[in-house]
């Protein structure tokens, strides 16, 4: 029988990381050996907790599950780079270095970045991208609606959207973000011509999906050597309908 593969979580005080603690620990197959997040202050599990500053003293762990911030990014590649662990990544708002960062760190260690974790969104990107190809002269719209503590705007998965957009050849894709409430993640791309309208919507209405995509491509990740991979590499035969 293989070892449980060691789960590091960063940003585990989080509202993403509390789900992935929750919802890791009850996964035979994977361990829990450590949680990080800004101040080192323990919130829940039965493991111990390191602040952001001390990365460098946590166990050995097999792969790190980040859900955190931006500028807590850096640190933890460089750590993965020294322990020869992989990383799966939903952190959003990153900049063009921490970006390239993630592409550098991937010729060393198998990375998996995804704007979002959800299988629902993975499809709908691609139909947006076959929308786009065939309604290329209308005007494209993309409105999202996130919880009031979000920080970055548009989200991730708005911006890989309007890729999927460009993908398809359709027209730039102008963006709508709104702020509002507990709202988990709701995503519509508004296709408009003249006298019609189609409209792709994707919501989400509880944050365990991305906690689960993300156990889900951890488990895949673990397989694979270095590189830098997507949601829907993981998810290949799922999105096809195998
Ligand atoms: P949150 O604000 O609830 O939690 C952030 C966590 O990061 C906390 O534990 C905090 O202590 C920790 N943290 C802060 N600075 C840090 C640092 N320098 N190093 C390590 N940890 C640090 O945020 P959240 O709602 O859990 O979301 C976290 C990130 O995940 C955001 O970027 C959000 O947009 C993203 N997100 C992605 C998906 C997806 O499917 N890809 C889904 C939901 C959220």
């Known amino acids: 029988m293989n070892m449980p593969a060691r789960l590091l979580i960063h940003g585990a ?25 800004g101040d080192g202050q323990a919130a829940g599990g039965h493991l111990p907790w390191f602040a952001a500053a001390d990365i460098e003293q946590v166990p050995d762990f097999d792969i790190a599950i980040d859900f955190s911030r931006p500028e807590g990014l850096l640190p933890l590649l460089a750590l993965c780079r020294r322990r020869q662990a992989r990383l799966v990544s939903g952190t959003t708002g990153l900049d063009a270095g921490q970006r390239e960062a993630l592409t550098a760190a991937s010729k ?4 998996l970045w995804a704007a979002n974790f959800s299988l629902g ?19 494209v719209d993309i409105v999202e609606l996130h919880h009031a503590g979000k920080r970055d705007a548009p989200s991730g998965t708005a911006l890989r959207l309007a890729a999927a957009v460009a993908g398809g050849g359709g027209r730039p894709a102008v963006q709508h973000s709104l702020r509002a409430g507990d709202a988990v993640g709701e995503h519509c791309v508004q296709f ?17 999906v991305f906690a689960r995509g993300a156990l889900f491509a951890s488990r895949w990740l673990a397989a694979q050597p270095a590189g830098l991979y997507r949601l829907e590499d993981a998810l290949g035969a799922a999105l096809r309908g195998d």
Do not use: C, F, K, P
């Open 13 to 37: 005080s989080g509202r993403m990381g509390q789900a992935l603690l929750r919802l890791g620990a009850a996964e035979a197959d994977l361990r829990l050996v450590a949680a990080v997040n």
């Open 108 to 111: 060393h260690v198998a990375v």
């Open 121 to 139: 969104v993975a499809v709908l990107g691609a139909l947006v991208e076959r929308a786009a190809a065939a309604l290329s002269a209308w005007d």
């Open 192 to 208: 408009s011509g003249a006298g019609e309208r189609l409209e792709l919507i994707h919501r989400a209405t509880d944050r365990d």
